[in-house]
Nanobody, 123 residues
Framework: QVQLVESGGGVVQPGGSLRLSCVAS????????MGWYRQAPGKQRELVAG???????NYADSVKGRFTISRDNAKNTVYLQMNSLKPEDTAVYYC?????????????????WGQGTQVTVSS
């Protein structure tokens, strides 16, 4: 089994910063792409930022220039540095990882999700 555990959410004033972390643990052979998604009340879950295993990044237009995704492969951890936060960034933020898990003589590659961490931007 693979577990993703997020941390770092909280309440912050507009213009403030937060850093989210997500650690992957369990039995797996490799982690490929990792990313952060968010879901606000009444809205669909959307991609915020993604990072490949080689470090290539992509961002939603709404967060470009404010958010930075990074990863530490030795620690199986992905981070999301969020600066200049706005009320519209308020959402539950979910970590996602594309993980290779040994399954007998084959290797399965499946997406895994964390439980989510609440980010609230409010004055």
């Amino acid at each position: 089994q693979v577990q993703l555990v997020e941390s770092g959410g909280g309440v912050v004033q507009p213009g403030g910063s937060l850093r989210l972390s997500c650690v992957a643990s369990g039995s797996f052979s490799s982690i490929y792409g990792m990313g952060w998604y968010r879901q606000a009340p009444g809205k669909q879950r959307e991609l915020v930022a993604g990072i490949s295993d080689s470090g290539t990044t992509n961002y939603a237009d709404s967060v470009k220039g404010r958010f930075t995704i990074s990863r530490d492969n030795a620690k199986n951890t992905v981070y999301l540095q969020m600066n200049s936060l706005k009320p519209e960034d308020t959402a539950v933020y979910y970590c996602n990882a594309d993980v290779a898990v040994p399954a007998g003589i084959v290797t399965r590659r499946d997406p895994y999700w964390g439980q989510g961490t609440q980010v609230t931007v409010s004055s």
